[in-house]
């Protein structure tokens, strides 16, 4: 079986929080997101081609050195089967497992679930869930896939994460829309510092980020609102709890 992949890190010490992982970015992506910073990589025909066989031998000479793996992408969600090897190598080799997803796709993550497939599961709540959703991810899919994501994956499993984009769909001002849509399914919620040096919108190219006191006022509302730990991700690389 062959896999679509733009790369693999060997060790990661910050897409797994608490444990050191192995992490593969799954090529092709269904959203168009305005902000994305990976946009060279979602395409279908992006990155390179690689035998699954190569990537379970990683994950097995890795085990004795990581603690986990972690799926991201992309969207690897859309690599259902060889997603799910992966992951089944990983349980095999004693470690816990990540999935990054833009939940569009809760039957794949309902399979994962139920075979026991997945630790913890990451998903982006990328705008309120309603037109703007569409307008910030650039095509046509249902948001309400994404709550449904959310249900399945389960508050036990899951952290959701907004990026906060100056003058768009996910503007500070919009931020309580998006805590009043998740705060029912997430007990962890980041904030995430928007890198405006290279996304997909050209418009967005090159504005000013939203300040570090502004990201703690919303981290602070989301923890005053029902969820209960809250965070924000700096582009420098800083982490903060509110």
């Known amino acids: 079986m062959d896999v679509r992949l733009s790369g693999y890190e060997n ?31 979602i395409y279908e025909n992006s990155g390179s081609i690689v035998e699954l066989s190569k990537i379970l031998d990683i994950i097995e000479e890795n085990s004795i050195v990581v ?30 497992t990540m999935v990054d997803t833009n939940g569009s796709r809760p039957e794949v993550l309902m399979e994962l679930v139920e075979c026991g497939l997945v630790d913890r599961v990451a998903i982006d709540a990328k705008a309120p869930f309603n037109w703007r959703w569409r307008e910030m991810v650039g095509v046509n899919e249902d948001p309400r896939n994404v709550l449904e994501s959310m249900r399945i994956v389960g508050e036990d499993r899951l952290e959701v994460r907004t990026t906060v984009v100056p003058d768009s769909q996910a503007s500070p001002h919009l931020v309580p829309k998006i805590v009043e849509a998740i705060k029912c399914y997430t007990n962890v919620y980041f904030l995430q510092q928007f890198d405006s040096s290279n996304p997909l919108d050209e418009k967005l190219r090159g504005i000013e980020t939203v300040d570090r006191d502004t990201l703690i006022a919303l981290a602070n509302y989301a923890s005053l609102n029902g969820i209960e730990t809250v965070g924000v991700k700096l582009l420098s690389g800083e982490l903060i709890y509110v």
């Open 11 to 41: 060790i990661s010490t910050i897409d797994y929080l608490g444990k050191l992982s192995t992490v593969f970015f799954f090529s092709g992506c269904n959203y168009r997101c305005r902000f994305c910073y990976n946009h060279m990589e």
């Open 67 to 96: 603690d986990a793996v972690v799926c991201t992408g992309g969207e690897p969600c859309l690599q259902r089967e060889a997603l799910m090897k992966v992951l089944e190598k990983s349980k095999e080799c004693g470690l816990s």
